[in-house]
């Protein structure tokens, strides 16, 4: 029986784009980051405490990722940086192709971060490169502290991990303890940050992280 | 839950390696799916198929190879196949473990008629 090797990753058209996007953020010296959570863990929150505090130190843009509305833009457009909205009419996560797209509407040398917020889904969003220097990944107390266990491949293909809403943590079952202890457990070279939107509790801290990150570059 | 679009990316890379003659031929596409890849087999099994009725792959039949999640341990040099996510080795609890396969989402060839031309003809439409 004729047989026809091939031997082709499924993925590697999404992996030469994203590579073209590295190169393309390399060129210009950017920071990116993608940030992944599930719905309603408080990634655009985090954006705007983060905004508010670094967009007099830094150049920052943001492409926002959604299944529909433009609603998170117009809420980051607020703090008078660039962004631009992908809405995927229903595509659970992003593509490379996507936010290549996206760059084209971004003056590229006239920043230092890219933030890419990618839609709200903890299984997806792990499997696909956009070209990023890393993942964030965001998990709020409420949602439990057994998390990075039920979606380890979020976790173990992060680099950061903010554990957002701990001002909740008096009315909420989450042991912050046990919350770290299963993320560390996929994955222990996460670099873990606590924070709250609400009191700013740790934000000072995930932004410092984010200029140490951004000064790094060329 | 991404499935469909996996298997349109499955689809495209058939139709770059496959000669349009040769199409109706191929009557297996092997992919070797790990663990790890996030892809629920019968369920790109399904998308798949849907993706190829009527077209001149309809005969084509999705062949999933299963890679298990092996890790090798960087403190030991043990391999081990972990349980749920967490690389823990087994022989010496270090927790500095390497991943050697369980993340491949590949398609690895496909398997034509010995004679395509003796293939039913694509319906016509």
């Not at chain 1, 680099?159 to 008096?170: A, E, G, M, R, W």
Request: hydrophobic share 45%.
């Amino acid at each position: 029986m004729p047989v026809i090797t091939i031997e082709r990753k499924v993925l590697a058209k999404n992996d030469e784009i994203a590579q073209q996007n590295r190169d393309l953020f390399a060129r210009h010296g950017l920071f990116v980051f993608n940030l992944v959570s599930s719905p309603g863990a408080g990634k655009t929150s985090l954006l705007e405490r983060t905004l508010e505090t670094l967009r007099d130190r830094l150049r920052i843009a943001v492409v926002e990722g959604d299944v529909q509305t433009d609603f998170d833009a117009q809420r980051v457009a607020r703090y008078g940086v660039p962004v631009v909205q992908i809405v995927t009419n229903g595509g659970c996560h992003l593509e490379a192709r996507l936010v290549q797209d996206a760059l084209a509407a971004i003056a590229l040398p006239e920043l230092d971060v890219l933030v890419i917020e990618n839609v709200g889904n903890l299984v997806c969003p792990a499997n696909y490169d956009l070209g990023e220097a890393l993942k964030v990944v965001l998990v709020s107390t409420p949602e439990g502290d057994d998390k990075p266990l039920k979606y380890p491949g979020m976790f173990r293909n992060a680099s950061v991990l903010v554990i957002n809403k701990v001002d909740l943590l008096p009315y909420v079952p989450c042991d912050l303890a046990a919350l770290r202890r299963n993320a560390l457990q996929i994955n222990p070279a996460l670099r873990v940050f606590e924070t709250s939107c609400t009191t700013k509790a740790g934000i000072p801290e995930w932004c410092e992280w984010i200029a140490a990150q951004s000064s790094r570059r060329p | 839950m991404h499935e469909m679009s996996v298997a349109q990316n499955i689809v495209d890379i058939v139709r770059q390696y496959v000669p349009a003659a040769q199409a109706p031929g191929v009557t297996s596409v092997r992919v070797r799916v790990g663990s790890l890849s996030g892809i629920v087999p019968e369920s790109l099994d399904f998308c798949f198929g849907a993706l190829v009725a009527g077209t001149d792959l309809s005969r084509a039949r999705l062949d999933i190879e299963h890679v298990p999640t092996v890790c090798v341990c960087r403190e030991c040099g043990a391999r081990f196949e972990p349980e749920a996510l967490i690389f823990f080795c087994p022989s010496c609890g270090g927790g500095r473990a390497q991943l050697v396969s369980g993340s491949d989402l590949q398609v690895v060839h496909v398997e034509l008629d010995d004679d395509p031309r003796g293939a039913p003809a694509p319906a016509a439409n």
